[in-house]
Nanobody
Framework: QGQLVESGGGSVQAGGSLRLSCVAS????????MAWFRQAPGKEREGVGV???????????KLSNSVKGRFTISQDSAKNTLYLQMNSLKSEDTAMYYC???????????????????WGQGTQVTVSS
């Protein structure tokens, strides 16, 4: 049974930065689609960014329009770790951030939570203005 463990959340003032990490363990797929989602109170879960890679290639890297230019998504395949570097944070970035994994994703579905078969427990990000 695989596991996704997020870390790096916290409280920060607007304009600050945080880096989230997601460690994947126990997954045997050679190709993995790993994504960050977030959910603010009273709102639907939103896809933030994705990397789909494996077998020596990267097939998809995306960030949502709401974070493009401020957030960066990256991975360390050797460590099975996905990162989300968040800069110039705004109060509207306040949410629970989740890591998700599936064996496949595409441009048409990476941002849909139903695409993913595994989820982490989440890490809270709070941005105060």
């Amino acid at each position: 049974q695989g596991q996704l463990v997020e870390s790096g959340g916290g409280s920060v003032q607007a304009g600050g930065s945080l880096r989230l990490s997601c460690v994947a363990s126990g997954y045997t797929q050679t190709k993995k689609c790993m994504a960050w989602f977030r959910q603010a109170p009273g709102k639907e879960r939103e896809g933030v960014g994705v990397i789909y890679s494996g077998d020596g290639g990267t097939y998809l890297t995306k960030l949502s329009n709401s974070v493009k230019g401020r957030f960066t998504i990256s991975q360390d395949s050797a460590k099975n770790t996905l990162y989300l570097q968040m800069n110039s944070l705004k109060s509207e970035d306040t949410a629970m951030y989740y890591c998700a994994l599936n064996g496949y994703c595409g441009t048409a579905n990476w941002y849909l939570d139903r695409t993913y078969s595994a989820w982490g427990q989440g890490t809270q990000v709070t941005v105060s203005s």
